[in-house]
């Protein structure tokens, strides 16, 4: 089991957040339907060696109406997706249901309890492979088809919901998916003050804890400067984000003025460097702008990039801590 692994199976310890993933990624009124207060984990002492020899997962259980359903979160996080990872799921499922029954926890009609198999992916490229064992079965004669096995999972590709900040609903989930894929320490610095607010109340201090230690086993590879180990509380976690982005931010003004420098040296005069000094670091700001727009925003209207290419540095610096405060592109410049 990866250190990725094991960072994500303490969060999924919790009960809020398999909550949230079923409220916040799960369509249909159905999910409404659940009982929560009834949300329970099942012990890993509940299942044979075989299964418990997915030791990286997770298996909840909570009420519909009077039925138990049962939630499998593979919580085994890969780069690239499994083509047959609809064999696996059924493979653990069948333990699954082996050990209900050999402990007898069936209900009282002896029936099977429906099972919700949910991949969480964390990879980079989209997930394109099949999410339903018949679409990896070769074609056979239509008589067949009714003993054919099924199983489909759910599969939630996590770079796909990963807003990097703009979370507009409280969800634990959406917040933690933001921070694996913030693109910059101001990303993550939004996302932790939604954080902070959200638990707040002494009542949540454990799921507090939970997400730091998920940072502290994540943290290093969002962002290495960041001594996340150190890290007590969520504010201090905030704190010390602002600290990376204001010495980013100094240490982009420091390397626009050296560039701006050396293009004055090339001219020779002092003149060259004066306005080299100015064009080198207004360049640069107005780049460095147009990538945070695309990245926060998507494709920047071409009448904005008329606008930044006869602004100011002094305004482009202004917009430039304006992107992340803001929830429309048309807002920045206001």
Known sequence: MTDHDTSYKFLFAHAEMVRDLLLGFMEGSWVRELDFVSLEKVSDGYVSDDLRARHNDALWRVRWKREWLYIYLMLEFQSKEDRYMPVRIQTYLGLLYQDLIRRGELEVDGRLPAVLPIVLYSGRRRWRAATDLNDLIQESPEALHPYLPRQRFFLVDQGLYADKGNLRERNLVAAVFALENGATSRDMLRVIARLVDWLKDPEQQYLEQGILEWLRRRGPSLDSQVPWQAVHNLREAHSMLED???????????????????????????????????????????????????????????????????????????????????????????
């Open 244 to 334: 990376r982005v204001r010495e980013w931010k100094a240490q982009f003004w420091r390397e626009g003025l050296e560039a701006g420098m050396k293009k004055g040296r090339r001219q020779g005069l002092q003149k060259g460097r004066q306005e080299g000094r100015q064009e080198g670091s207004t360049t640069e700001a107005r780049n460095i702008l147009l990538r945070q727009l695309r990245r926060r925003f998507g494709e920047v209207p071409a009448e904005i990039e008329t606008r930044l290419n006869s602004a100011s540095r002094e305004q482009l610096e202004d917009w430039i801590d304006r992107v992340y405060e803001v929830e429309t592109v048309a807002a920045v410049f206001d």
